[in-house]
């Protein structure tokens, strides 16, 4: 079977790596906004009979889910016979249960949207908290791709004498995968979560590891402020400065600067989502999976 491969916009540079891995097909179509901000999307390629393939990472998904949508739907009527969509990042997974009365538990609506669109979801790390298994919301077959092996080569290869930080106890399970991948000690914080931009973090006595470099890791880097607390923690704790290593560079708002002014020696995360902080290529993971 054939396969096609469409880039949506800011997605080109990983997308032309994974095109040439696969040997696959460029799929060209024509996206821009009308002058009101509506989406336009008009197909320039013959996709009839072939596998698509959307790469479209969703980070700030608002302003790309038309888009996205429409393009689908218009590679199903043009003959397509099957869709992939490739998100690095897969976005509405952090509200998976209603915290207050009345409030929508988007995660479940939102999969059910993807899902009744496309065919097969190939995804990076994604948020997974109290859903296990991303068929427990998506009905569609899904692939989680795992970039905690690339992580732990760049640390490697990159830190010297690590100790290895997870956020907070859920991260537990693959933190200490990265670590024992590095052959580093690791420790996870105690956080708890107050508003979208507050955090209480605790860290257990780090004496031991005075001589360490401590890396925090975590899955999504979004205001930052998981992270920006550790730092100060650190700090005040004698450690020597932070590296800081996401897998997804969401950074809302200001958090990039505010995470760099924080007193941090690096801050690295993978290409899933474009970012100047971008240094683990995660190319191949998608190519094997998409082969
Ligand atoms: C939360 O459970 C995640 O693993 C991250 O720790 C969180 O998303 C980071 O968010 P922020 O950068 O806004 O503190």
Not at 3 to 18: T, W, Y
Request: charged letters at 25%; a negative charge; proline letters at 5%.
């Amino acid at each position: 079977m054939k396969q096609i491969v469409f880039c949506l916009p800011g997605n080109e540079a990983l997308g032309k790596d994974i095109i040439a891995g696969l040997a696959a097909e460029t799929g060209h179509a024509e996206t821009r906004r009308f002058p009101d901000g509506e989406s336009y999307v008009r197909l320039l390629s013959d996709v009839k009979d072939k596998q698509a393939i959307v790469l479209c990472t969703l980070d700030r998904p608002d302003d790309k889910l038309p888009m996205l949508y429409f393009l689908c739907r218009l590679l199903k009527d043009s003959g397509a016979t099957d869709i992939t969509l490739v998100a690095p990042y897969l976005s509405y997974m952090r509200q998976d249960k209603a915290f207050h009365p009345g409030e929508a538990v988007s995660s479940r609506y939102f999969a059910a949207w993807i899902s009744s669109f496309i065919d097969r979801l190939i995804t990076v790390d994604p948020h997974l908290h109290r859903i296990a298994r991303l068929e427990e919301i998506y009905s569609i077959p899904c692939e989680s791709l795992h970039a905690g092996p690339p992580l732990a080569d760049w640390i490697r290869e990159n830190v010297s004498q690590p100790l290895i930080i997870g956020p907070d106890s859920e991260s537990e399970q693959w933190v200490s995968k990265v670590a024992a991948q590095c052959n580093a000690p690791f420790v996870v914080l105690d956080k708890v979560r107050s508003g979208d931009r507050s955090v209480r973090i605790s860290i257990p006595a780090l004496d031991a590891y005075k001589e360490h470099t401590p890396v925090l890791l975590d899955d999504i880097i979004s205001t930052a402020h998981t992270m920006i607390e550790t730092v100060k923690l650190l700090k005040q704790a004698g450690m020597k400065p932070a590296v800081c290593v996401g897998i997804h560079a969401v950074f809302a708002g200001e958090a990039w600067e505010e995470l760099k002014e924080s007193g941090v020696q690096q801050i690295i995360t993978a290409n899933t989502i474009l970012h100047r902080s971008n240094q683990i290529d995660l190319a191949k993971l998608f190519i094997g999976a998409l082969k």
